[in-house]
């Protein structure tokens, strides 16, 4: 999948552009959520389905799909070419036929294999309302659009680790659960579990981070490992969608490592699931496009300017920076570098045979010839 632009013409603030693209991304959300009422047996997290205030959910599908019309009206009457408007305009005439906000809940709801499309809806409307916006107030750099290069494939990327969320699961998760019950010790299990909510929160980030910090060096140390890690570092824009571009044998793993010990020592289900989406989004923060000091804040949990350093393109600094949120762990280990106020000029991987977009290119891209001739990663010895 090579990226193309939508359109040749301007596309800068009055030139239609701006809300063709938001009618076609919204048109192409509300179509997507009337499929959530119709298949939710298949298409939605039998966990989150009893949490959803249905009337609300209507009322935010009515918005979305009335913004999408008028944005691809304007887009149509502003733009020489009105495709983009056009598309925009198509996707919300087609939810409508489907039932439009008021189409009736169908299908049987049981808890067998589904596809997470509503867990996909949900975050990506709830990270382009909270990320965009603060990107565009206090942007690291000015001139990066909100459509960039290359977004096309992080989008596909945040989508399908998204809609398969199940599987993600089940290879991450189910083997610890499976395989590691012989290691547990029930009595301190109990003892954990016991403990007060936040407390436990806590000590999963400690033991999370710790975990991840060695799993993540052990991606850049390892040249078969680094194959399947390039893919995350490819990205030569850095916004809250870059930090979806992770492949998946590199999700699977790390995320599996992560989740034994949390499972071994007992933490109870609570506490996980808040972690779980303070990870979300806590890594889609430190990847984005946000430049703002934190004060004292930044020497205790990772920041955007800390984690931008380990996406440098520059070799001097590679290979530093592996804590997803406790710094400290970098500077125990000796691979911290925060300089004062100065954030990374380039971004990308120094090997050209990594190939900078295409999800399917990347995804089949440790498996091939270039990849097994590409550099060796830097020692972090």
């Known amino acids: 999948m090579t990226e193309c632009p939508i359109d040749e013409h301007p596309k800068h603030f009055g030139t239609g552009w701006i809300s063709g693209v938001l009618s076609?991304?919204?048109?192409?959300?509300?179509?997507?959520?009337?499929?959530?009422?119709?298949?939710?047996?298949?298409?939605?997290?039998?966990?989150?389905?009893?949490?959803?205030?249905?009337?609300y959910v209507r009322a935010l599908l009515l918005l979305i799909l009335v913004s999408a019309f008028l944005l691809g009206g304007?887009?149509?009457?502003?733009r020489r070419s009105r495709s983009i408007g056009g598309i925009g305009i198509l996707l919300t005439l087609i939810a409508v036929m489907f039932g439009g906000s008021w189409v009736p809940i169908d299908g049987e709801l049981r808890n067998g294999p589904f596809l997470g499309l509503d867990w996909f809806l949900l975050n990506?409307?709830?990270?382009?309302?909270?990320?965009?916006?603060?990107?565009?107030?206090?942007?690291?750099r000015r001139e990066q659009a909100i459509f960039r290069e290359y977004w096309k494939t992080d989008l596909a990327y945040f989508f399908v680790s998204h809609l398969f969320v199940q599987f993600i699961t089940i290879v991450t998760l189910k083997p610890a659960m499976k395989f590691f019950t012989w290691a547990t010790v029930p009595a301190?299990?109990?003892?954990?579990?016991?403990?007060?909510?936040?407390?436990?929160?806590?000590?999963?980030v400690l033991i999370a981070d710790l975990t991840q910090y060695?799993?993540?060096?052990?991606?850049?140390?390892?040249?078969?490992?680094?194959?399947?890690?390039?893919?995350?570092?490819?990205?030569?824009?850095?916004?809250?969608?870059?930090?979806s571009r992770l492949h998946l044998f590199d999700i699977a793993v790390t995320r599996a490592l992560s989740y034994l010990p949390i499972y071994l020592l007992g933490f109870a289900e609570g506490p996980l699931f808040v972690y779980i989406v303070?990870?979300?989004?806590?890594?889609?923060?430190?990847?984005?496009?946000?430049?703002?000091?934190?004060?004292?804040?930044?020497?205790?949990?990772a920041t955007p300017r800390f984690h931008h350093w380990h996406h440098t393109a520059d070799l001097?600094?590679?290979?530093?920076?592996?804590?997803?949120h406790l710094p400290f762990l970098d500077k125990l280990f000796g691979t911290y570098y925060f300089p004062r106020s100065k954030?990374?000029?380039?971004?990308?991987?120094?090997?050209?045979?990594?190939?900078?977009s295409g999800f399917f290119a990347q995804m089949t891209y440790p498996f091939g010839r270039k990849a097994s001739a590409a550099r060796e990663p830097e020692s972090t010895s």
């Open 188 to 204: 301190f299990r109990e003892f954990v579990s016991a403990q007060n909510v936040v407390l436990q929160f806590l000590g999963i």
């Open 24 to 55: 076609t991304v919204l048109g192409a959300v509300g179509l997507l959520a009337v499929l959530c009422f119709h298949y939710p047996e298949l298409l939605t997290m039998p966990e989150l389905r009893a949490m959803y205030p249905v009337p």
């Open 278 to 301: 303070f990870v979300s989004f806590h890594a889609t923060f430190i990847h984005s496009n946000f430049r703002f000091e934190f004060g004292p804040l930044q020497w205790l949990f």
């Open 74 to 78: 304007i887009s149509i009457y502003l």
């Open 343 to 356: 954030w990374p000029e380039r971004y990308g991987v120094d090997d050209a045979e990594v190939p900078a």
């Open 316 to 324: 001097t600094y590679a290979d530093k920076n592996f804590a997803v």
């Open 214 to 243: 060695w799993v993540h060096r052990a991606f850049h140390s390892f040249k078969f490992l680094w194959r399947f890690h390039a893919v995350h570092h490819s990205a030569q824009s850095m916004d809250w969608l870059a930090g």
């Open 124 to 140: 990506i409307l709830a990270f382009s309302a909270i990320f965009v916006p603060i990107e565009q107030l206090f942007p690291l």
